[in-house]
């Protein structure tokens, strides 16, 4: 059912999630004295397994009627992948996170530890690629390749649009539908008023939602290029070198970095 359990209590193994999380201040004020304990006790395992994952703690039920509550995050594929993997391993760091949990809590009784696996609709993407068709063999396609084995849905212009599609509407919900936009800036980039045009739309979604959505990545020799686009200048950028593991590498760590900033 694409949910990973990584520890479960007494009683039937089976539950349903029964209604919203626990509210924001008083997850705080649990999770704050949670982390005091598991650094004290230097469970450093557990610490990691709640840093890592944007936990929740919800009510919920098992087909017996039995009420408690569920440690649970909902994570995007290529942390689930991650988790699932390491299963085994995670189950004491899980358990030992649980019994804290009762611990600061009284009021908590958390039966399960677990993380889903977070599906996006047909209409949402992790990452739009935006790059001049010039690029396409060269960068575009390894990069492509790479998120996607990574588990980054990824809107890619050959894939997304297809034939008799409106080539405009189809951009346009890439870009409205995406989380991050990589751009490729090239000289190639610099001729072609398609991918131009796609930047420009991703930096005005990117000033009105007040958030970090477009991502430089520059081609060889394409440093000086910034100077046509002032609202990339401003920004960090990566350098190209054929090597999409960089790309996917930074890519965790903003995601990461933002999910905790939301946290």
């Not at 390894?142 to 588990?151: C, F, R, S, V």
């Not at 686009?229 to 950028?237: D, G, H, Q, R, W």
Request: aromatic share 10%.
């Amino acid at each position: 059912m694409g949910t990973v359990v990584l520890h479960h209590g007494s009683g039937a193994s089976d539950f349903v999630l029964d209604g919203p999380p626990i509210s924001r201040n008083t997850k705080e004020g649990v999770f704050r004295n949670i982390v005091d304990i598991l650094t004290a006790r230097r469970l450093e395992a557990s610490l990691k397994l709640l840093e890592g994952a944007p936990f929740e703690v919800y009510p919920a039920i098992n087909h017996f009627g039995d009420e408690f509550h569920v440690l649970y995050a909902e994570v995007p594929l290529f942390e689930y992948e991650v988790i699932r993997n390491k299963q085994q391993s995670l189950k004491q760091a899980a358990c030992n996170l649980a019994e804290v949990i009762m611990e600061v809590a009284d009021d908590l009784y958390v039966r399960f530890v677990a993380v889903g696996l977070q599906k996006l609709n047909c209409s949402e993407w992790v990452v739009f690629l935006c790059h001049a068709s010039d690029d396409k063999e060269m960068v575009a396609q390894p990069i492509y390749q790479a998120l996607t084995e990574a588990g980054f849905r990824c809107w890619y212009d050959e894939i997304e649009i297809g034939w008799g599609e409106s080539l405009v509407a189809s951009i346009n919900a890439g870009l409205a539908g995406s989380r991050y936009v990589i751009v490729v800036v090239s000289p190639s980039m610099a001729k072609k008023k398609w991918a131009k045009k796609e930047l420009q739309s991703a930096l005005h979604i990117e000033t009105e939602a007040g958030k970090t959505i477009v991502l430089p990545l520059l081609t060889e020799g394409a440093e000086e290029l910034l100077q046509q686009f002032p609202f990339l200048a401003e920004k960090k950028y990566l350098l190209w070198e054929g090597n999409p593991a960089s790309v996917i590498s930074e890519l965790r760590g903003l995601w990461q970095g933002q999910k905790n900033s939301r946290s």
